[in-house]
């Protein structure tokens, strides 16, 4: 298994330009999620999808947008790219959701490599 | 608000050393704990996880301990190696009304030298 892959893994956009981080995990996971990691601050949450044709605001969901339909792979959009965008991005994917009474194991989050972004 | 503090920042140790790393937080209601270590380029992997009731995990020379009534956690490496050498990010999980809220730490950045 490959467990969860991102492409690209290196990108430089110009302000303005647009693209889409493709994620993908075949390990059959309902959960998906799209994090952004910057120097000094903890992972944070974009979007999740809790299955197929779902999707969900994280807590900095502004300026990107996603979509999942198919259930192994989830797409993080940036539409108009700015500086601020400038990070390193992880997909990651979970069996469960971590819901109230579920065990934690299904909970767990696999990550994928990461895509590092630069917006100029 | 739910934060997650790591200390030390960073840490250089050599090789064959052992070291602690530390956790506090102050994430309400608590569901359960875990320590990721993320190499250099990598997505984080998942070493340990503990839940309320747990106050003690071991995964190889990885041993994670919890204070719930203190809020702190820590993670003892044994025996240090230079693969050891990576980010440890300690992460929080909150009940929230049926949906468990996970909050990130920004990590300990741990260089293991021969």
């Known amino acids: 298994n490959a467990g969860v892959t991102q492409t690209p893994k290196f990108r430089v956009l110009k302000t303005g330009q647009s693209m889409t981080l493709l994620c993908a995990q075949d390990?059959?996971?309902?959960?998906m999620y799209w994090y952004r990691q910057d120097p000094g601050m903890g992972l944070r949450l974009i979007h999740y999808?809790?299955?197929?044709?779902?999707?969900a605001k994280g807590e900095v969901p502004d300026g990107y947008n996603v979509s999942r339909l198919k259930k192994q792979n989830f797409l993080l959009g940036l539409e108009s790219a700015a500086p601020s965008q400038t990070s390193v991005y992880f997909c990651?994917?979970?069996?469960?959701?971590?819901?109230?009474?579920?065990?934690?194991?299904?909970?767990?989050?696999?990550f994928g490599p990461g895509t590092r972004l630069t917006v100029l | 608000k739910n934060q997650v503090e790591q200390s030390p920042q960073s840490l250089i140790i050599l090789e064959g050393k052992n070291c602690t790393l530390q956790?506090?937080?102050?994430?309400?209601?608590?569901?359960?704990l875990r320590w990721y270590k993320q190499d250099t380029g990598r997505g984080p992997v998942s070493l340990t996880i503990?839940?309320?009731?747990?106050n003690t995990k071991s995964n190889g020379r990885y041993t994670a301990t919890l204070d719930a009534d203190t809020k702190q956690s820590s993670l003892h490496i044994t025996a240090s190696q230079l693969s050891d050498s990576a980010s440890y990010i300690c992460?929080?999980?909150?009940?929230?009304?049926?949906?468990?809220?996970?909050?990130f730490g920004i990590g300990t950045k741990l260089q293991v030298i021969p």
């Open positions: 503990m839940t309320f009731s747990e």
């Open positions: 999808s809790v299955g197929e044709g779902t999707t």
């Open positions: 992460v929080v999980r909150a009940n929230s009304g049926g949906y468990q809220k996970v909050t």
């Open positions: 990651a994917s979970s069996y469960g959701g971590g819901l109230a009474g579920e065990g934690v194991r299904r909970n767990e989050q696999f």
């Open positions: 956790c506090n937080y102050t994430v309400s209601p608590f569901s359960n």
């Open positions: 390990m059959n996971h309902e959960y």
